[in-house]
């Protein structure tokens, strides 16, 4: 099996920037879940516009990759792998517009709506699969969260507290055939008993496709909260143990680890439970918010840019999706393109 590498990152955020004031102007105290630490707020977070795409994101954020891999890598790229949160088209994924758009002619197009937070590893894995095993040989992978501006502005939803915590933002990755920067392992784990304890809400009855009035979001309640802190709070340790296990690695020996940002209970947890320091450990919460399956890609590529990955560093990705249906890490030697 090839060595596959991944070589470069870019995301991009949506102009809108919104500060908590702006929820807390519309919420009371008797809001349900209100004051629960799962929903504590960020303090800033970026709203996607209505009109603004899915692909619109990608293609924001690939043509700064593209730039910065250059032409002859680029014309390379012949598989396209997206996870976006809310597809615009209720039939395709975004893959095969995106690939218009940037002019690529790719030979595999994976549109892959599992695996949530975490999701960012799962595609890591998919183009570590396909590449190394001689089936493709460059891949461009996309992640969307494009839930903050849309579900959660909604009227009714933007006063509970849990619409506080999400952002909008994109992270795209190069990833190809090179011994360069390698994925020197990748360890999943999929937890099917817990995928129907996430997801839509209607207090209506309605199914999410049948016309009404009331407005759809992520129904919490205490007993939920309390399982999917549990779970958030074992799964990632244990996938990031796992996979140091795997490299002959512990812990201590992880330079970086970057994780999903769901909020400040579960990086503080991740922390203490893997004795990782807060500086190994970037934190785009406050930033950004909750920036589901983009906060992995998006969390490193900012620390990227602002010099916090030096060469040669043992980078752990970690993250955990939904209720805890799915987690992952991948782990990766860094060395910076040429």
Known sequence: MSTVSLMELASYLPPRRVDTQWFLDQQGDDAPMAGHEMFGPPAHRHHVAREESAADMIEQA?????????PDEAAGIDTVLTNVLLPDLPFT?????????????????????????????????????????????AALLC????GAGTVMAQSRVRTLPEAMVPGDGCGVAYV?????SPIL???TRNLGEYSKDCGLTL???????EAGESQMHVGFTPGKVADIVERGNRLVPEVVRAVCADIDAEP?????????????????????????????????????GNLFGAG?????????????????????????????DFAGAAAIRWHAAG
């Open 62 to 70: 690939a043509r700064t990759l593209l730039d910065r891999i250059g």
């Open 93 to 137: 994924g975004s893959g095969a517009e995106i690939s218009h758009r940037l002019g690529l002619r790719p030979s595999w197009v994976l549109d892959a709506h599992n695996g949530g937070c975490a999701s960012f590893v799962h595609m890591l894995r998919v183009a570590r699969a396909l590449i190394g095993s001689g089936q493709a040989r």
């Open 143 to 146: 992640n969307v969260q494009n």
């Open 176 to 180: 190809t055939a090179s011994a360069q």
């Open 185 to 187: 392992s990748v360890k």
């Open 203 to 209: 207090s209506d009855g309605r199914k999410y496709w």
């Open 252 to 288: 201590a020996d992880i330079d970086l680890l970057v994780t999903n940002q769901p909020n400040r209970v579960f990086l503080r947890q991740w922390q203490e439970r893997l004795e990782i320091k807060p500086e190994r450990h970037p934190d785009t919460y406050d930033r950004f």
């Open 296 to 324: 992995v890609p998006v969390t490193l590529d900012h620390a990227l840019r602002e010099g916090r990955v030096a060469d040669d560093s043992l980078l752990v990705l970690a993250g955990f999706a939904h209720a805890g």
